[in-house]
Structures are given as structure tokens and as C-alpha cells.
């Protein structure tokens, strides 16, 4: 399932980057590029929330 739109990033994406940069949510965006000006950003601001969705966070950490 895509989390993100603009970059065609889905959920395995995201767990693999929280598995290489832990499990900070600006951390995990900033690896995946979402932090440039063909970003949205709205996936960017609801990393934690995208995380807790994908396993990889404690719901409600983070957010
Ligand atoms: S949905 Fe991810 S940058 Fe727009």
C-alpha cells in the first residue's frame, strides 16, 4: 500500500527505512526524500502516525 503519492513510497519502503534510520519520524522522511520541493509534505508531517500504521512505532509516539 503507498503511504506516499508524490513518491510512490509504500509501507514496506517506510519499514525499511525505520530499519536503517530508526525510528525517529523526521529521521525516516528525511531518508526517503521527502523533504524537497516536489513534496506535499504531507506524509512528511504525519510520519509518526504513518509509522505507528506500519508497525514500526507505538501508536500515538511520536505523532
Ligand atoms: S504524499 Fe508524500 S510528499 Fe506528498
Redesign the pocket.
Given at each position: 500500500m503507498f503511504?506516499?503519492?508524490?513518491?510512490g513510497?509504500t509501507e514496506s519502503r517506510v519499514q525499511a527505512a525505520a530499519a536503517q534510520a530508526g525510528v525517529n519520524p523526521d529521521a525516516i522522511a528525511q531518508a526517503l526524500g521527502?523533504h524537497d520541493n516536489?513534496?506535499?509534505?504531507?506524509?512528511?508531517r504525519d510520519m509518526g502516525r504513518i509509522m505507528s500504521y506500519v508497525g514500526r512505532m507505538p501508536a500515538g509516539a511520536g505523532a
Open positions: 503511504v506516499c503519492i508524490c513518491k513510497i521527502l516536489e513534496c506535499c509534505g504531507r506524509c512528511a
